[in-house]
């Protein structure tokens, strides 16, 4: 079975820091583009980050650039997705997401696998 499980979410002020994780299972991970999409209530879903496992290539939204690093550790499957100055239009369900396809994941859709996802509220 493949498994994306995400957590790390919850409730900050504005100016602080979360940390999700994404723990991979049930695929290769080596193989794979993983990353996170985010959606706010009323809002369509747009993509946040994504790592290339394989390389390392990193992409992130205009929105979050400077303030978000995306990071793996292969050796335990796992994506993080560090958050700093968080902003209440960070506010939003975050979802862990992985694709063979990079080109796939900046895309956004025809995803081949999601997670449940994580509830980031950030507080004015």
């Known amino acids: 079975d493949v498994q994306l499980q995400a957590s790390g979410g919850g409730l900050v002020q504005a100016g602080g820091s979360l940390r999700l994780s994404c723990a991979a299972s049930g695929f290769t991970f080596d193989d794979y583009a993983i990353g996170w999409f985010r959606q706010a209530p009323g809002r369509e879903r747009e993509g946040v980050s994504y790592i290339s496992s394989s390389d390392g290539s990193t992409h992130y939204a205009d929105s979050v650039k400077g303030r978000f690093t995306i990071s793996s550790d292969n050796a335990k499957n796992t994506v993080y997705l560090q958050m700093n100055s968080l902003k209440p239009e960070d506010t939003a369900v975050y979802y862990c997401?992985?694709?063979?396809?990079?080109?796939?994941?900046?895309?956004?859709?025809?995803?081949?696998?999601w997670g449940k996802g994580t509830l980031v509220t950030v507080s004015s």
């Open positions: 997401a992985a694709d063979p396809l990079v080109a796939t994941m900046l895309r956004g859709y025809g995803v081949d696998y």
